[in-house]
């Protein structure tokens, strides 16, 4: 069984670097609607991306979330950007850092993004998002397209919200149907809701080990597991890791700043005799500095075989 380790968007690493630098549309507003602000941003967005991507290759890091906020305002309606033969080149360059290095990337678009949306204005929204965010992994040529997502809102209960959810799914395109991942969620649809869910329609699961502690419905995810990884069919099953920031009501929802190791050495350990290649994106606040805090961790207390900084073998 072999894990790679991934995580999301931002190397903590890397100061004052990010490929999330944002415009409000208010600040469009205020600037005069100057595009050439929106522009400046993307412009920042890439380059910084590039670097991000440069230090995955070098510290052989083989698994990364994109931002969704690459580009600015892309789908708002008072804008029209022409941003695709404007940066096709830079993207190019950029994803073929990425297909020469077989790093796997995917995208997780932000909570306005609800296919089981009861208003029409919101669904629109919704397939305006998708669209771009699949532009975006077509612009960075990336084989295997994923786009995360949640199931959505629950109005006028679960049963009715996942027959949306369904009834949705079947009427966008086929390019972004083939895209689509669906996560469980940390207060409505559980690991149980979503596995329904991707098998109905052929899509892949991807389980939140976080999300399962905070709505589990006393549901035995060891039962599961075989299930889940095996809605996956063209890439290995991912799987969203993160720990409590504590144990409190409150704060269960909330991550923490780093992995507790010994809840990951034991979730390892529950799957490892299904001897499937699985790769875990790591959600903590501290991003790749949490995920090597965790390596550090994995090579003192476990007998993991590394084959590099961040893959390792089970037996």
């Known amino acids: 069984m072999k894990i790679r380790l991934g995580y999301v968007a931002i190397s903590k690493s890397l100061e004052n670097i990010t490929s999330s630098h944002s415009l409000s549309y208010t600040d469009f507003v205020k600037s005069g609607k100057d595009i050439n602000k929106i522009y400046d941003r993307i412009d920042k967005n890439l380059i910084d991306l590039e670097k991000i991507i440069d230090y995955n290759i070098k510290n052989n890091i083989h698994f990364y979330r994109l931002t969704s906020k690459l580009i600015p305002l892309a789908t708002h309606k008072e804008i029209k950007l022409e941003y695709i033969d404007k940066y096709e080149k830079k993207f190019q360059k950029i994803g073929n850092k ?28 919704t397939k305006k998002i998708l669209e ?16 995360i997502l949640h199931t959505g ?46 098998q109905k329609l052929d899509i892949p699961c ?59 050495i034991n979730f390892i350990e529950s799957v490892k005799h299904l001897d499937f290649d699985i790769d875990i994106m790591i959600e903590a606040k501290e991003k790749d ?12 207390k476990t007998n993991y075989k590394f084959i590099d900084d961040t893959t390792f073998e089970v037996f």
């Not at 771009?132 to 786009?147: A, P």
């Not at 990884?229 to 700043?257: A, E």
């Not at 500095?289 to 003192?300: C, D, P, S, V, W």
């Open 98 to 125: 990425i297909k020469q290095n077989k790093m796997r990337v995917d995208l997780h678009p932000d909570q306005f993004t609800i296919l089981n949306s009861t208003k029409q204005d919101v669904l629109d929204n």
């Open 132 to 147: 771009h965010q699949y532009k975006v992994l077509e612009l960075l040529d990336i084989e295997n397209k994923i786009i």
């Open 153 to 198: 809102g629950n109005v006028f209960g679960k049963e009715q919200a996942i027959k949306r959810f369904i009834n949705n799914f079947n009427k966008l395109p086929n390019h972004i149907k083939e895209t689509i991942a669906l996560e469980n969620d940390d207060k409505i649809f559980n690991i149980k809701d979503v596995l329904y869910i991707c």
């Open 206 to 264: 991807v389980l939140d080990y976080h999300h399962h502690i905070c709505n589990n419905n006393g549901i035995n995810i060891n039962e599961y597991y075989l299930d889940i990884f095996s809605t996956w069919k063209k890439v290995n099953p991912k799987i969203h890791f993160s720990s409590p920031k504590n144990q409190t009501k409150k704060d269960i929802r909330s991550h923490h700043d780093y992995i507790d190791p010994d809840s990951f």
């Open 289 to 300: 500095e949490a995920m090597f805090r965790l390596i550090r961790n994995l090579k003192y």
